[in-house]
């Protein structure tokens, strides 16, 4: 099992609902991600948090909203979502100095219908 | 231009043939670079992390840096049928945000008994 989970696995959503998308890391690292990855194209970051506080905001539109009660617990809010949206989301962590290198979940698939 | 260019493949090869994986970057100011193995439905782990021109061996895995050329490459060598996933370039530029990772697009193998 990887040192970071994320719940759900899958997720279907029509364009009206909200959900939410969570990600817990069991690493003790400090700083968490949330990327996503759309087919046949790159990673796309879009939040960094380092000790709770949002560091960075990939110019994400709104109806991503993320949210960090803690450094072991992310969570991605989702709301009037476009059928554009769906796409693997991915959290990850990493001990926060520059250089360490990223630790991925396994994702959330998410379809907007 | 995409600053990481990557052939997405696939890349189709028997057991134990030698695998030669790459990408392309254009911005000089990228100095750590990655390999991130994805098999399907799961998260990218990190393979091979190196910040110098020249080679880095670990197994059957060895990552070439050619720096003054702007080229990555991952080489496997008597590839397995395990070794069958998307395997994705990363790049961090010096100074570089936490998480501020470019990848590229992924290359797709197939290794076939």
């Known amino acids: 099992e990887t040192g970071v989970t994320q719940t759900p696995r899958h997720l279907v959503m029509g364009m009206t609902n909200k959900k939410s998308l969570k990600c817990e890391q069991h690493?003790?690292?400090?700083?968490m991600y949330w990327y996503k990855q759309s087919a046949k194209k790159p990673l796309e970051l879009m939040f960094v948090y380092n000790f709770k506080e949002q560091t960075e905001n990939n110019s994400v539109p709104s109806r991503f909203s993320p949210e960090c009660p803690n450094s072991s617990h992310l969570f991605l809010h989702l709301h009037t979502l476009q059928p554009e949206d769906s796409a693997l989301y991915l959290c990850a962590s990493s001990q926060g100095q520059g250089n360490s290198p990223l630790h991925f979940g396994n994702g959330t698939r998410l379809t907007v219908t | 231009q995409k600053e990481v260019e990557q052939d997405p493949g696939p890349l189709s090869v028997p057991e134990g043939a030698i695998v030669s994986l790459n990408c392309t970057y254009s911005?000089?100011?990228?100095?750590?670079f990655m390999w991130y193995r994805q098999y399907s439905r799961k998260g990218p782990e990190l393979l091979m992390y190196?910040?110098?021109?020249g080679n880095k061996e670990d197994g059957r895995f060895t990552a070439q840096v050619d720096k003054s050329s702007k080229y990555i490459s991952l080489f496997i060598r008597d590839s397995q049928p395990s070794d069958s996933a998307t395997y994705l370039c990363?790049?961090?530029?010096?100074?570089?945000?936490?998480?501020?990772?470019?990848f590229g697009r992924g290359t797709q193998l197939t290794v076939w008994p």
């Open positions: 190196t910040y110098s021109s």
């Open positions: 690493l003790g690292h400090n700083a």
């Open positions: 911005n000089s100011a990228f100095q750590y």
């Open positions: 990363a790049m961090r530029k010096r100074g570089s945000t936490l998480g501020r990772l470019y």
